[in-house]
């Protein structure tokens, strides 16, 4: 057939265009769904990560504030010092610029003291770990780890959190189906929820290889 349609087309430009036609026609298509599935799985991620860091901020926060309550009641328990002269050392003022200010957002924060400073420190450390889990999910869901989701691998994620996978969404619905699992299972804090995903993809033969934890060590730094 191929043959007997090089002797029919005598012009070489003509025969060179209908081969870019018919390239295009087979190579175009899977390069345009590979594209699609590279940017749900990247907004999927920077969806996370942005949660992460907004976590890992807070867990700062509260941690500081816990550690500064602690060493209020130390020096409440211990007896005062002895009686000092005063003096004046270079880098004083900026040394005790930073614990005031410390002092004074804690108090401020936290009016409920070191009882409540523990609390929040908990609830912060709990929701940091559930997001970073969730990084984790998204990077183990890329069985072949080459930063895009196969039909498979999207249908596999989908389905692992309990939702139901629709092959004719556009990518944007498929990434916002993602990131609203995401921020509810967050939200509401079921561990549950994601830990059995997790599972399922396991179940399945995936795993958190050491391109994985590349990525999630990236993120915790």
Not at 28 to 35: L, R, V
Not at 143 to 151: A, G
Not at 193 to 210: A, E, N
Request: one cysteine or more; charged letters at 25%; hydrophobic letters at 40%.
């Amino acid at each position: 057939m191929i043959y007997f349609w090089y002797m029919r087309i005598r012009s070489p430009y003509l025969l060179g265009a209908l081969i870019v036609l018919f390239w295009e026609a087979w190579c175009f298509p899977a390069q345009a769904a590979a594209q699609l599935h590279r940017e749900i799985f990247q907004a999927f991620t920077s969806h996370i990560e942005r949660q992460v860091e907004v976590d890992k901020r807070f867990f700062v926060e509260a941690s500081e504030c816990t550690q500064w309550f602690y060493k209020q009641e130390r020096r409440k328990d211990s007896p005062p010092p002895a009686a000092q002269g005063v003096r004046w050392e270079p880098g004083a003022t900026n040394a005790t610029t930073r614990p005031r200010r410390v002092a004074l957002d804690c108090d401020s924060r936290y009016p409920g003291g070191l009882v409540a400073a523990r609390e929040d420190f908990s609830r912060t450390q709990s929701l940091l770990s559930l997001s970073l889990t969730f990084y984790e999910f998204a990077l183990v869901g890329d069985r072949d780890d080459d930063q895009r989701y196969s039909d498979l691998e999207l249908r596999h994620i989908i389905e692992s959190l309990g939702l139901t996978f629709n092959p004719g969404l556009p990518s944007a619905l498929q990434a916002s189906t993602l990131k609203a699992q995401f921020d509810s299972v967050h939200q509401e804090k079921e561990f549950d929820v994601l830990m059995q995903g997790m599972g399922k993809l396991y179940d399945q033969g995936y795993r958190f290889t050491f391109r994985d934890k590349e990525a999630l060590n990236r993120i915790m730094g």
